[in-house]
């Protein structure tokens, strides 16, 4: 049974507008969220991340927003710009074992057009 | 900083053929991770490694085999290739269980 799962494998939007991703998670351990981001023939990188303590994180034009009670998250870019097509994976892990040790959801590829 | 290489970049085996996927990092973590990247779907963890001389299976670890004998060095053995172990390889490391991961450019391997 998949643990974490973002449903949308495709979202497209205009550049200047908001992307909105989503991510539900199953396991009721998971207490650290984060997202990466994937270009082509590269591995992901960090984007940026959320505890468990918290329902929001901010980091310039990205935001995470955390529902513990429905077990979802999301990132939300704005403005969205070109650059910013890749394909983001949330990821989760529980924290008392090891963050290191990752769940990943399939991605989703956003494309952002000019 | 060099962050995580990989080597090789690509690499085709026949089945039954093995080999060692290497990665090294340079930033003194303690954590390192091997995933696999299957098309259309996420990343799966393989092996982890929590330090030199600790390792422990992640979700998909059978046909590959890791040991950690430095903190640099991480490499990925595959023992005996099938077609079901063609997929991106991916190398990840981090300082501490907290910190977030720092991957690889992966490495690409078909098994025909």
Partial sequence: ?114 | NAGVTQTPKFQVLKTGQSMTLQCAQDMNHEYMSWYRQDPGMGLRLIHYSVGAGITDQGEVPNGYNVSRSTTEDFPLRLLSAAPSQTSVYFCASSYSRSDTQYFGPGTRLTVL
């Avoid at chain 1, 799962?5 to 979202?11: E, I, R």
């Avoid at chain 1, 998250?73 to 403005?79: A, C, G």
């Avoid at chain 1, 892990?93 to 494309?111: H, P, Q, R, V």
């Fill in chain 1, 1 to 114: 049974d998949q643990q974490v799962k973002q449903n949308s494998p495709s979202l497209s939007v205009q550049e200047g507008r908001i992307s909105i991703l989503n991510c539900d998670y199953t396991n009721s351990m998971f207490d650290y969220f984060l997202w990466y981001k994937k270009y082509p023939a590269e591995g992901p990188t960090f984007l940026i991340s959320i505890s468990s303590i918290k329902d929001k994180n901010e980091d310039g034009r990205f935001t995470v927003f955390l529902n513990k009670s429905a077990k979802h998250l999301s990132l939300h870019i704005v403005p969205s710009q070109p650059g910013d097509s890749a394909v983001y994976f949330c990821a989760a892990s529980a924290y008392m074992t090891n963050a290191g040790k990752s769940t990943f959801g399939d991605g989703t590829t956003l494309t952002v057009k000019p």
